[in-house]
């Protein structure tokens, strides 16, 4: 399956319109975008684990960074509606 092209490259305005440092990744694990994306359109927004683990009690984010994910999301979600 591949994720909607054109909501990743408007999450990426986003990013760029916020001036926020990144790079693309490819996400081998599904999520649940796979069961998603054969519905409606999908992206994903990644955002820094500070433990470097996933998947576990251990997986850890900075309030920071969730709130740079949350801000993405919501400037996307502006250039989208």
């Known amino acids: ?7 990743i490259d408007l999450v990426q305005e986003a990013v760029d ?5 990144h790079i693309r990744l490819t996400s081998w694990p599904s999520h649940d975008s796979l069961v998603i994306s054969r519905h409606v359109p ?5 955002v820094r684990n500070v433990s470097g683990v996933s998947d576990t009690p251990a ?7 969730v709130d740079r994910g ?3 999301l919501t400037a996307a979600a502006e250039r989208f509606f």
């Open 1 to 7: 399956f591949e994720l909607a092209k054109d909501l």
């Open 17 to 21: 319109g916020l001036g926020f440092s």
């Open 42 to 46: 999908a992206g994903m927004i990644f």
């Open 59 to 65: 997986e850890s984010c900075a309030c920071d960074d």
């Open 70 to 72: 949350l801000g993405v």
